[in-house]
């Protein structure tokens, strides 16, 4: 399946410092004129609240040498999230866990802990997670309520079946910790084939997907269409 949505995460050089994106005045400013309130940020916003270094909304250098390094790394602060522009946002893109981590640890290493050190990872992804947690609690806080989650990097291709599933299986259990807020999250069409797999999800047909979304009340998961859809399509939700 071709994601569309990847042309809204990859801004260029010139529309940054048109912008100038890297203040939050910028931010904003792209949203209103160019996104309609879809804010085009990946899990740099986590990176950067905990302190990693990126440039034209990429992560800069990884910022890790190995993943002991990155456990003794300091814990998300709040005050590092630039909470008036994100809140400013109609829907805010993140990145997934195992995408997030590669973003501190070059993904090598982490795919060799998946076969040798299993349980020095999964420090690693409770790390990620509890910050990962943190970061949406705070946005919605804030008001920031509609969310849409991808893992681009937590493919079968790369991970195997085996390893992908133990992906998504964490993804289920970081959800079921989310399920207090009040947040719509849609999962990217890639990720929620798998979702569906090990999970009871109910379905409707609708006239607008996206119309269907952005209605949505209380903390709801939903998938089976891509975000930018604003046409008839089979709505999955749980």
């Keep these: 399946m071709k994601c569309i949505r990847q042309n809204d995460l990859e801004i260029s050089k010139e ?6 994106l890297e203040t939050p ?7 209103l004129k160019e996104k309609e309130g879809f804010f085009p940020l990946f899990s740099n916003a986590v990176f950067r609240a905990m302190e990693g270094v990126t440039e034209y909304n990429k992560v800069k250098e990884i910022m890790c040498s190995d993943i002991d390094e990155f ?6 602060k709040k ?9 400013s946002a109609k829907l805010y893109s993140l990145d997934g866990i195992f995408t997030t981590l590669i973003s501190f640890v070059e993904m090598s290493k982490v795919l060799r802990l998946m076969r040798k050190d299993v349980d020095k990872l999964e420090k690693a992804f ?37 390893h992908e599933k133990w992906i998504v299986e964490r993804f289920v259990n970081v959800l079921a910790k989310l399920s207090h807020l009040d947040i719509v999250i849609h999962i990217c069409p890639v990720l929620f084939k798998n979702l569906k797999e090990i999970m ?4 409707k047909k609708v006239k607008c997907y996206q119309d269907e979304f952005f209605n949505e009340e209380g903390f709801k998961v939903v ?12 709505y999955f939700y749980f």
């Design 71 to 76: 456990l003794n790394v300091e814990d998300l």
């Design 223 to 234: 998938g089976g269409s891509c975000i930018k859809n604003k046409n008839e399509a089979v």
């Design 15 to 20: 529309i940054m410092d048109r912008y100038n």
């Design 25 to 31: 005045e910028g931010r904003l400013d792209y949203i």
């Design 79 to 87: 005050e590092n999230i630039d909470v008036e522009s994100l809140s």
């Design 126 to 162: 409770e790390k990620i997670e509890r910050n990962f947690i943190l970061f949406l609690e705070t946005l919605n806080l804030n008001g920031v309520r509609h969310f849409s989650y991808a893992d681009p990097s937590a493919m079968p291709e790369i991970l195997g079946k085996h």
């Design 200 to 203: 009871d999800i109910k379905n």
